[in-house]
């Protein structure tokens, strides 16, 4: 019995570049497609009772005039939302590795789910042949797992990696004026947020150790001064992140006697506690001069750069 239901998710349909440069028309068409090669055998591929369809019958089966299928086809296929078999067949990647996933889960199933019931060539462990008391070799750890796939159809190839669905992309791309799901910088622009971007990001945060309200500050500053929106990629903002970075590793300023003196004069008499209480107002006081100096000088160098 065939799936009633296919598994589509919004968020990927809605961000995929690919699909975004595409018309309307064309979407709509490939969404019509995708409907029939969930129906089709095999999975996945544009057939009708095991047959190729023509441009004709698409657009008898989708309710449009062949010449407009024809275009629409061949802009998708520039596009490459599709794939074409050996013989010329349309299919989707996408589905046919969901149905290649589920022949293997069903596969494994018959097996009791075991994977040790599985024919499978496994690696062999790095300490194998070494006597008990040697040191054993350590399996590094990545710390970055970025799996390549040029098949990918979906907008998941742009999320991908450790920031997928994290936080700190969606508030950078919304500090930048971006869209926070797709990244793209408005009507006819182009997107930012991708993994290289995300890597950049990623050092910003370990490399010159600002947190992340630190890092869209400084994001906010800069396009506040910046007049012809969006940049193309992070790597925009390494530099102003860097004078951030010194300017925060400066030491703190320490009040002046003169400053110290007329604190304790504008307080006034206040007994016994007035030599506790003044220290501790000073010492708001001078770490609210240091914010402020530390602001204004990271103004002054970002005007300098973008004004």
């Known amino acids: 019995m065939k799936n009633p239901f296919l598994k589509f998710y919004t968020s990927d349909w809605r961000a995929d570049p690919v699909l975004r440069m595409c018309s309307i028309a064309a979407r709509g068409l490939w969404l019509e497609m995708i409907c029939l090669m969930h129906e089709a055998t095999p999975y996945g591929q544009l057939l009708v009772n095991g047959q190729t369809v023509t441009d004709t019958q698409l657009g008898a089966l989708v309710g449009a005039p062949p010449d407009q299928i024809t275009a ?6 520039a596009a490459g939302v599709f794939s074409r078999t050996r013989t010329g067949v349309i299919y989707s990647r996408k589905l046919t590795r969901m149905a290649k996933k589920v022949a293997t889960a069903r596969n494994n199933g018959r097996k009791g789910g075991n994977p040790s019931l599985r024919k499978q060539t496994e690696n062999k462990p790095l300490d194998k042949g070494l006597d008990k008391g040697a040191v054993k070799p350590q399996k590094p750890e990545a710390r970055y797992q970025i799996k390549e796939d040029d098949d990918d159809d979906s907008a998941s190839a742009i999320l991908r990696g450790p920031f997928e669905g994290g936080g700190d992309r969606e508030a950078v791309l919304i500090a930048i004026g971006a869209d926070p799901i797709s990244g ?13 971007d995300m890597q950049e990001l990623k050092r910003w945060q370990c490399d010159l150790g600002l947190a992340l309200s630190e890092v869209v500050g400084v994001i906010k500053e800069v396009m506040r001064r910046k ?17 951030f970075a010194a300017l925060k590793s400066q030491p703190a300023l320490k009040p002046t006697e003169r400053e110290y003196h007329e604190y304790r004069s504008s307080e006034g008499p206040a007994g016994e506690h007035r030599s506790r209480k003044g220290s501790a107002g000073l010492a708001r006081s001078g770490a609210g001069r240091a914010h402020e100096n530390l602001i204004a000088a990271f103004v002054g160098a970002i005007s300098e750069e973008c004004g």
Do not use: N, W
């Open 227 to 243: 007049p012809d929106g969006p940049p193309s990629r992070f790597s925009y903002f390494t530099k102003p992140m860097q004078q």
């Open 72 to 77: 629409l086809l061949g802009e998708l296929e």
């Open 184 to 196: 793209l910088t408005g009507p006819g622009g182009h997107y930012i947020g991708r993994m290289v």
